[in-house]
């Protein structure tokens, strides 16, 4: 996966279906990339980094791509991929997830079941298990890691807005989130869209 040269978008599309691994002391959790939304950086008004704005929080945001951004909202962890050189500040969220291993050890941290375990941005990373202190490392250099061979394909790609980013102007209704057409497992997914998780992929 190429996290320096190609355009945001592009990889916020290209991570739909990798498959996502973190391992904690004890577990191995994993899962499938359903949701991410793209964040453009300086000119990006719903970006951490718009305007060049840096503060000790947004520091891995202007590392080099493939550091992971993660940061806290509204007490949730939320994951971002770093997807440019060093310097500039655009990346992906990472927002949902279609679990595989470690399901039974999601649900206990999560204390939900079905698809509210990860259809979410932080509602994964909770089931996942993933602290705080991962912001600041590097994809497959810790123990969250991505795998592109043993990896799915969307069907179908959906855009739309992005999710929560109300008076940014034109930024708040440009289509720069990215699903996988009719997987349950998205956030906010209308149960009449919805079909089998199976039935999304190629």
Excluded at 3 to 9: L, W, Y
Excluded at 35 to 59: I, N
Excluded at 121 to 142: H, L, M, Q, V, Y
Aim: proline share 5%.
């Amino acid at each position: 996966m190429d996290f320096v040269s190609k355009p945001t978008t592009e990889t916020a599309k290209a991570l739909l279906g990798v498959k996502v691994i973190y391992e904690d002391n004890n577990q191995t959790y994993s899962g499938y990339i359903v949701e991410t939304e793209a964040y453009l950086g300086f000119d990006d008004r719903a970006a951490h980094g718009f305007g060049g704005k840096q503060t000790p929080k947004v520091t891995s945001l202007y590392k080099r791509g493939g550091t992971i951004y993660g940061h806290v909202m509204h007490t949730h962890l939320l994951i971002n991929f770093v997807t440019r050189t060093e310097g500039v500040p655009e990346g992906v969220l990472i927002r949902a997830v279609e679990p595989e291993d470690g399901i039974e050890a999601m649900i206990k941290n999560r204390n939900k079941k079905g698809y509210e375990v990860t259809n979410g941005p932080g509602k994964w990373t909770k089931a996942f298990n993933i602290p705080r202190a991962i912001d600041g490392s590097t994809i497959n250099e810790c123990r969250l890691s991505i795998d592109l061979k043993n990896r799915k394909y969307p069907r179908e790609i959906e855009e739309s807005a992005r999710i929560g980013i109300p008076n940014k102007g034109e930024w708040t209704h440009k289509p720069l989130r990215y699903t996988v057409k009719g997987n349950p497992y998205v956030s906010r997914a209308r149960k009449s869209e919805c079909v089998m998780p199976e039935e999304t992929w190629k």
